[in-house]
């Protein structure tokens, strides 16, 4: 995303309007940020982060954390959004990642004449900071995104597992669950598979072949043999807590299932890219040290 024209050098009240380039490669002419609307959990999270909280109207339902976010009216859901939901509140900004949509409802906010600002959501240690960066832009404060996002890279690579480390590595696999509704394997696109190896853990969907997401199956996570199974709590509070979740597909006959072994993060923290990533990567380091790691059938046999 390309800095912004008409941008302040020093933070402060942005020089409006000011034009940015966004994910798409659109040029975007942001007159106001009075009423900003957040089609993101994450990016909510970065546009209060950043100070800005007070100009958000309206956020979707991942939005939980801040607490101020969570409390403010909701226009619906991210994949599920309505153009006349979202006019009723009358935003001059609104932040959006490429999940966002349909299709249609966002050409209908395009055409209603509001600024769509789409943002790069890269699932890599890095994306975080991208993502802090390019909202920060949007609004103005291209100085303050900038030094919370190197602040940020900063602590992401001080809580990351060196690539060289050679002690036992725990097999995950990271779920995501909704009641029957969904009951997935998430790939490589999610953003749990950078969290896990950068916590000195192996996430056994690369193995496996997924790289969006897959139905799980009990064959195949009993070939994978995680050691842990990762996922967010609000989905595991969905099937009934651990019980439930070790009574799905073959779950329960993994040697996760067999210790147990389930760590569950809030969703917006453990399916995001924002703010508290740093912090989440560390904890998951420290949780996974502590998990009970089984030998492979090679380590078995050279023993």
Do not use: C, H
């Amino acid at each position: 995303m390309a800095p912004p024209t008409g941008a302040p050098e020093v933070d402060g009240p942005p020089t409006l309007p000011l034009t940015v380039e966004d994910e798409t490669g659109a040029e975007i002419t942001i007159e106001s940020i009075e009423r900003i609307i957040p089609l993101d959990g994450d990016v909510a999270e970065v546009v209060f982060a950043l100070g800005l909280g007070e100009n958000v109207v309206a956020t979707d339902l991942s939005a939980t954390y801040p607490p101020e976010a969570d409390a403010l009216p909701e226009i619906g859901y991210q994949r599920a959004l309505s153009a006349e939901t979202v006019a009723s509140f009358a935003p001059t900004l609104l932040l959006a990642t490429d999940i966002a949509g349909p299709p249609e409802a966002l050409d209908d906010m395009r055409r209603l004449g509001y600024p769509l600002v789409i943002l790069p959501s890269e699932a890599t240690p890095t994306g975080a900071g991208l993502k802090i960066r390019a909202v920060a832009a949007a609004l103005g404060t291209p100085q303050r995104g900038e030094e919370m996002a190197d602040a940020l890279d900063a602590a992401i690579a001080e809580a990351s597992v060196p690539p060289d480390y050679d002690g036992d590595r725990p097999r995950v696999v990271a779920l995501y669950v909704r009641g029957t509704v969904a009951q997935l394997v998430l790939g490589e696109s999610a953003n749990t598979r950078w969290l896990i190896n950068s916590a000195g853990g192996v996430d056994v969907s690369e193995e496996m072949g997924i790289e969006s997401s897959a139905p799980i199956s009990a064959e195949a996570i009993l070939a994978a043999a995680p050691d842990v199974l990762l996922v967010p709590a609000a989905g595991l509070e969905s099937v009934g807590g651990v019980d439930g979740l070790l009574g799905i597909g073959g779950l329960g006959q993994t040697p996760a299932g067999q210790n147990r072994q389930v760590l569950a993060y809030d969703d917006q923290l453990l399916l995001g890219n924002g703010p508290r990533t740093a912090e989440l990567l560390a904890q998951l380091r420290d949780d996974l040290s502590a998990v009970i790691v089984t030998p492979s059938s090679d380590q078995k046999e050279d023993s």
